[in-house]
């Protein structure tokens, strides 16, 4: 049998180096050409990409203005239609409002709330601060992803996959308020 020869690579990966930092050993060294090759390599590349992709910017801009959502939109939708409704509850969480729902209220018997407007208030408020919380959680999980991975950098333990599922559940449970309470949003 013969031995096979581990590259460095294999040996850094055995070591428990994180991701980043094998890729800062692959990566040139700040200040040389290839450093500097390399930057502008990639900058020239993007600048072409923007200019070959301006005529679908043009068309995704169009069927925006039409039908509220372009092609463009689909190929992520959990993301595009997460923010976009994080952005709607953001804005009523913010806008004058002059009311709450009934529910928060628990009126009487002479239909009088039991609650001052104010406590019912905070209510309806720390609802809708749930509902937001879960939902950005939930939309842009993958970005919320990363920064668990930075955080618990100590993947081993299994601590990162526990806390993020944690969290996933959570947010999971605070957007179970937005289709709950989905009728009451209104003003």
């Known amino acids: 049998m013969q031995k096979v020869k581990k590259s460095k690579s294999n040996k850094q990966a055995e070591s428990g180096q994180t991701v980043q930092e094998l890729l800062r050993d692959t990566m040139p060294?700040?200040?040389t050409i290839k450093y500097c090759?390399?930057?502008?390599?990639?900058?020239v590349i993007r600048f072409y990409n923007k200019v070959i992709d301006l005529p679908l910017e043009v068309k995704w801009f169009i069927q925006r203005a039409f039908r509220g959502y372009s092609d463009r939109d689909l190929w992520g939708l959990d993301y595009y239609l997460g923010n976009v409704i994080v952005k709607s509850l953001k804005a009523f969480r913010s806008m004058y409002r002059h009311g709450m729902p009934a529910i928060y209220c628990q009126p009487d018997k002479n239909g009088k709330c039991r609650v001052s407007d104010k406590v019912a208030m905070k209510r309806w408020n720390k609802d809708l601060d749930a509902m937001i919380e879960g939902l950005e959680f939930l939309a842009n999980s993958d970005d919320k992803l990363t920064d668990f991975f930075e955080k618990y950098k100590d993947c081993k333990k299994g601590k990162f996959s526990r806390e993020y599922d944690k969290a996933y559940a959570k947010a999971q449970q605070q957007a179970k308020l937005f289709i709950?309470?989905?009728?009451?949003?209104?003003d």
Request: proline share 0%; net charge negative.
């Open 29 to 31: 060294d700040e200040g």
């Open 37 to 43: 090759l390399t930057n502008w390599y990639y900058a």
């Open 180 to 186: 709950d309470k989905f009728n009451l949003l209104w």
